[in-house]
């Protein structure tokens, strides 16, 4: 699978465990008090809160908006006071065929390579978490939670995955989030456990598989002066002008939420009918395996019983019992089937529903406002 | 070539000889804002003592050659001083494999340095990348970050052409290039994003926005431009300002536009809309509160 390849690789990548502090070194610089309270070396200070680089944040737009299917990519910064920078980031390969250990280990080669170049240009070159592009905000899958559950064993902090909604970005609202997992869906997935009762145990449902941290964006004040230049608007010099064009601006403003057009409804309605369906399936494959399980069972107690009553009836007779067999061998229960993935889906038609709703509101007071002019 | 032919056979001859058809010259350069966010995040990091920084531009070129798109971009180490510039050559393969993995589209088209004078090592630096990109040529983006004093932020691109009678690599031309700010309409909201970012105090804002407060920042927008057109049109009635006509003829154009659509006859279209907006917004709800309740009822089983 490309999940499991890519998780290898990530996981061939990855430093081991969080840096160990490296053993006194005989020469200390005086650490000014002031920053005293900042040093963090055993990763004590809790996140409190996600801030995402300009540069990052456009690096992740162009690269979800280049290729169609999902992307990833690696974050890379710094932790600083319970704040977790991501000053740079890079865009991984796609994994277009399940080259299993080849690629795997191609793709820990470039990740390396490509941190040791970054490292050259005194770029930040730790990796904190990794991105991933989605549309219509169904971010829930395999393939998110099992990297970020190598992740969070791995990195300093446990990492985050910050997530992009394409199409929410399409419509005129840039959306990030950042995520980890929470300690109770990560013990039960360290586990691999899901049957019923370890979600019951660890009260598991899909929205408490990931927990969000606040997310800010930053631009820096360099960015920022530029961004103002290229904002600045200046009389055109042509001498006949529309109203369009009598300023001209490299970035003029824009003003496409209020655009009218419903595009993107009719594709939301048709993947919440889509991942119910995929729901059903496997929520059939589910009872289907449980209604076996408890076939079998009930056939292992009715041998038991049968048994114990023959037993009774022997000793009534004064003759010996008969030894009680090891039913487990008689009969294969089987597992009980891990109820991960129809956990993900249901998690997948709710974030549909909620993009849906959402969309569905704005176009009410669209309306309304239209109508009103 | 026919040596010691006539004048005119040997003139004809010569301005053919150049047996490949030199490429075109590009004539119009569109860079994507991540190539120049990209070099404003090296500026920002390099050594104090480095007066100015440089890097390969990744991106493509039209079918004729004429025009460049230059979608992003990486930092080269190099150092220069009164005797000599180095551009670390390994470093910039390197990095050109590691890119080409990800984009393979995405191919070398020039070279960009921070501020804008172009000096001797500017030619020679434009030599070596128009090796890498031979046989097209390469483009030179000059980022000035306007950090310095009294220098404007601004973007300018040039293309070389060989000077002299000699052609020598420290000595070129550099020709400017029109260029211009190029991204997709969908990444449009992200740059929008960044912009209100530098505008808002600390240089930071919360995320995720709501599409709601979205909407909600936008007409607040359109309101206050609103009440601008309104304040100056009452003070040209009042008399204290002279009305500018071309702004009056404007203003006449927006709002003509604006009123056409009025009166009667879009009820049943707004009705029937309305519906069908309210269904989506209960279906939606419904499926919600169905996931929720499949979640919950998952762990009663038991």
Redesign the interface.
């Known amino acids: 699978m490309a999940a499991t390849s890519m998780a290898a690789a990530l996981a061939a990548s990855l430093p081991a465990a969080p840096v160990a502090p490296t053993p006194a070194a005989p020469t200390y610089e005086a650490i000014p008090p002031s920053m005293s309270k900042v040093i963090d070396i055993e990763a004590e200070i809790p996140l409190q809160v996600v801030?995402?680089?300009?540069?990052v944040?456009?690096?992740i737009?162009?690269?979800s908006?280049?290729s169609s299917a999902t992307v990833h990519g690696l974050l890379l910064g710094l932790d600083l006071d319970g704040t977790l920078e991501v000053?740079?980031s890079?865009?991984?390969?796609?994994h277009v065929s399940d080259e299993d250990e080849k690629s795997a280990k191609s793709s820990a080669r470039?990740q390396a390579?490509?941190l040791r170049?970054l490292r050259?240009?005194?770029?930040d070159d730790s990796v904190v978490g990794f991105y991933q592009a989605t549309s219509l905000g169904a971010f829930f899958n395999q393939n998110l939670v099992e990297i970020q559950a190598i992740h969070q064993e791995k990195l300093r902090h446990g990492g985050v995955v910050i997530v992009h909604d394409?199409s929410?970005?399409?419509?005129?609202?840039?959306?990030?989030?950042a995520f980890r997992l929470t300690p109770s869906f990560l013990d039960a997935y360290k586990k691999s456990n899901f049957s019923?009762?370890s979600?019951?145990n660890h009260?598991?449902?899909?929205?408490s598989i990931l927990e969000e941290i606040?997310?800010?964006?930053?631009?820096?004040?360099?960015?920022?002066?530029?961004?103002?230049?290229?904002?600045k608007s200046t009389p055109s010099l042509l001498p006949d002008t529309t109203?369009e064009t009598?300023r001209t601006s490299?970035?003029p403003?824009?003003?496409?939420?209020?655009d009218l057009g419903t595009t993107g409804?009719t594709r939301n309605?048709e993947q919440?009918i889509e991942a119910?369906d995929n729901y059903r399936t496997e929520e059939g494959n589910l009872a289907y395996l449980s209604r076996q399980i408890a076939r079998e069972r009930a056939r292992a107690d009715m041998y038991v019983a049968k048994r114990k009553e023959e037993n009774a009836m022997r000793v009534a007779q004064d003759l010996p019992p008969l030894p009680e067999e090891d039913v487990a061998r008689l009969f294969k229960i089987p597992a009980e089937p891990s109820?991960l993935e129809?956990?993900l889906l249901?998690g997948q038609?709710?974030a549909?529903?909620?993009s849906?709703?959402?969309?569905?509101?704005?176009?009410?007071?669209?309306?309304y406002?239209v109508?009103s002019? | 070539m026919a040596l010691g032919g006539s004048s005119a056979v040997h003139i004809q001859s010569s301005t053919i000889s150049p047996a490949l058809p030199a490429p075109r010259t590009p004539t119009s350069i569109t860079i994507?804002?991540?190539a120049?966010?990209?070099i404003?995040?090296?500026?920002?990091?390099?050594?104090d003592e480095q007066p100015r920084v440089i890097g390969t531009l990744l991106g493509s070129r039209s079918p004729d050659n004429t025009q460049i798109h230059v979608?992003?971009s990486f930092?080269?180490?190099h150092s220069e001083n009164e005797e000599q510039v180095a551009v670390d050559m390994e470093?910039h393969r390197?990095?050109y494999e590691?890119h080409s993995?990800?984009?393979p589209k995405e191919t070398i088209v020039g070279w960009y340095s921070t501020g804008s004078n172009l000096n001797t090592y500017s030619a020679l630096i434009q030599n070596f990348y128009s090796q890498e990109t031979a046989p097209h040529q390469a483009i030179h983006v000059a980022l000035n970050?306007?950090?310095e004093e009294g220098e404007?932020?601004?973007v300018q691109a040039y293309v070389s052409s060989p000077v002299g009678v000699f052609p020598k690599p420290e000595n070129c031309i550099f020709v400017p290039v029109p260029v211009?700010?190029q991204f997709?309409?969908?990444?449009?909201?992200?740059?929008?994003?960044?912009?209100q970012?530098?505008?808002s105090p600390n240089?930071?804002?919360?995320?995720?926005?709501?599409?709601?407060a979205?909407?909600d920042a936008?007409?607040n927008?359109?309101s206050q431009m609103i009440d601008r057109v309104l304040a100056y049109v009452r003070q040209v009635l009042a008399g204290e300002v002279e009305g500018d006509k071309?702004l009056g003829r404007?203003l006449m154009?927006?709002l003509g536009v604006?009123a056409i659509?009025e009166k009667g006859g879009e009820d049943k279209a707004?009705n029937a809309?309305?519906q069908d907006?309210?269904m989506?917004?209960y279906?939606?709800?419904l499926?919600?509160a169905?996931?929720?309740v499949?979640?919950?009822l998952?762990?009663v089983?038991?």
């Open positions: 801030q995402l680089d300009g540069l944040v456009t690096k737009l162009k690269h908006k280049e000053s740079n890079f865009a991984l390969p796609h470039y390579s490509m170049s050259e240009v005194q770029a394409l929410s970005t399409a419509r005129g609202n840039a959306s990030f989030r019923t009762s979600l019951v009260r598991l449902t899909f929205s606040p997310l800010q964006i930053r631009t820096n004040p360099l960015l920022g002066s530029f961004l103002e230049s290229l904002t109203p009598a490299v970035l403003p824009s003003f496409s939420s209020l409804l309605l919440i119910v109820r129809s956990m249901l038609i709710d549909y529903g909620k849906l709703e959402s969309t569905a509101s704005s176009g009410l007071i669209k309306m406002g109508r002019i | 994507h804002p991540v120049l966010f990209s404003l995040d090296h500026y920002l990091r390099r050594n979608r992003s930092a080269v180490l470093y390197t990095m590691l993995r990800v984009t970050t306007g950090a404007e932020a601004g211009r700010l997709q309409e969908a990444e449009r909201s992200g740059l929008d994003l960044l912009t970012t530098a505008l240089s930071t804002t919360a995320q995720p926005v709501t599409s709601i979205n909407l936008t007409l927008t359109v071309a404007y154009d927006t604006a659509g707004f809309s309305l907006t309210l989506i917004s279906l939606a709800n499926v919600r169905q996931a929720e499949s979640a919950r998952a762990l089983t038991s």
